[in-house]
């Protein structure tokens, strides 16, 4: 699989290349290429990877990327931060090219991308982030504990004592009954969510040729919003509990939002809402089936440990790898010059492991706090669903600790989905130990 995407295109013929080259003299034939931000030690060992590139250059010029790769924890925070100068817009800059080929044949798709909130910047993002966040409120998160402990027991007790694959029968099942609950999606629609996810995913995390995943991308997105679609226009009437309902209603100073807005973003959350945390449960239980010591710690007291281990867990092996952004306008990042219209890839999962921030980054401590990673990244786009993952991960951690004995990892060797965005196993069957 190529880099090749609206997201994260490599350097073609006609692209200038830049003096601001990375200085690491390769002068052994076996030496990894650097440039290869999809070899097989940068997706399965992204620790020795995005160490090598620290170590080189924190601030390191890529030129299959063509663009600025950025590893070290300060710098990486400064992006984040930089909303100004350092663009998440989709729809301009180095990253429309292929959405703008493709607008004529996927007019629909693009046009709701173009409305959800972590491809925008301001104006538009205040104006969806604020409304969200009028309906996306802490206390509305926090009133889904007992139900979500509830579902963690449900999905947990039939796996005592045998052999499961934890992706399908408890990553995946737990987040998505979640947010489609929260949401308002029918319970017999979870499963098309489930299909139709997945080919968003391709999408998203850029996986498979550009047509391929435009058009299977459309089919997925229509797919979803005929199943959304009549939620909304149903709780425009009649709301109910559910977070659909208070979108619809949700006002900021005499702004509200669009149906169009209102399906978009819920299409976003429910896709996004189920695959990260799906991936943070099943990096968790990675973790703990290689370091036993902290799993005992964790059951030795789970309600007091549950908090710090989901934290641990973010910062040693996070669901988002990176995030990409580009320049508005000519800036020094980590004393390296960027100049505008250059792309920026911040690594959360390089600056989450430097020794800079992070005392023994490479060790899973449990107890460290404080733990100030960028799992969810920082600043404005600071991952809108983090109070809800979080959430469900402590519930999940703290009853699976509490139930078994031990979690036993079955696959001889974990692989994990080769793309640039996302971080998460392809499978893990395990054996559940009472």
């Not at 173009?114 to 969200?132: E, G």
């Not at 399908?168 to 979870?190: D, K, M, N």
Request: proline fraction near 6%.
């Amino acid at each position: 699989m190529g880099q090749s995407s609206p997201w994260f295109r490599m350097a073609e013929p006609g692209f200038r290349k830049d003096t601001h080259m990375p200085t690491l003299a390769v002068n052994d034939a076996a030496a990894p290429d650097l440039d290869d931000l999809l070899s097989e030690q940068a997706i399965n060992d992204p620790n020795t990877f995005f160490g090598l590139l620290r170590d080189d250059a924190p601030v390191r010029w890529n030129d299959r990327w063509h663009g600025w790769i950025v590893t070290s924890y300060g710098d990486v925070v400064a992006g984040f931060r930089d909303h100004r100068r350092l663009s998440s817009a989709r729809f301009e800059g180095p990253f429309a090219r292929d959405i703008n080929e493709s607008r004529s044949r996927y007019r629909e798709l693009i046009d709701f991308m173009s409305k959800w909130m972590f491809s925008n910047d301001r104006p538009y993002h205040t104006h969806l982030r604020s409304l969200v966040n009028a309906a996306f409120t802490p206390k509305s998160v926090d009133l889904l504990r007992p139900r979500i402990r509830e579902l963690v027991r449900s999905l947990a007790e039939p796996l005592a004592g045998r052999e499961a694959n934890f992706m399908s029968e408890f990553a995946f099942t737990l987040p998505v009954i979640v947010i489609a609950e929260y949401l308002g999606i029918p319970a017999e629609a979870r499963q098309d969510v489930r299909r139709l996810s997945e080919d968003l995913g391709a999408l998203i995390f850029v996986q498979g040729s550009t047509e391929n995943r435009f058009a299977n991308g459309e089919q997925a997105m229509n797919g979803l919003v005929e199943i959304i679609l009549p939620v909304v226009r149903a709780r425009t009437s009649e709301p109910r509990n559910d977070l659909i309902s208070a979108m619809i209603h949700a006002n900021v100073d005499d702004d509200s939002f669009t149906e169009d807005e209102i399906v978009s973003n819920a299409v976003l959350m429910m896709f996004a809402g189920h695959e990260t945390t799906m991936n943070l449960l099943a990096n968790g239980i990675v973790a703990f089936d290689r370091n036993p010591g902290q799993w005992k710690l964790l059951k030795s007291d789970p309600a007091r440990h549950a908090r710090t281990a989901t934290e641990e867990v973010l910062r040693l092996d996070g669901p988002i790898k990176s995030l990409a952004r580009w320049a508005r306008e000519d800036l020094i990042l980590g004393g390296s010059r960027i100049k505008a219209n250059d792309r920026v890839l911040l690594v959360q999962h390089a600056a989450n492991h430097d020794p800079e921030a992070f005392a023994d980054p490479d060790r899973f401590d449990i107890t460290r706090w404080p733990n100030k990673h960028v799992a969810f990244g920082s600043g404005i786009h600071t991952c809108l669903g983090a109070p809800l993952s979080r959430l469900e991960a402590q519930e999940a951690f703290a009853y699976l600790a509490e139930t078994f004995g031990r979690i036993e990892v079955l696959t001889p060797r974990i692989r994990y989905v080769p793309n640039l965005v996302s971080r998460g196993p392809l499978d893990v069957d395990v054996q559940f130990h009472m």
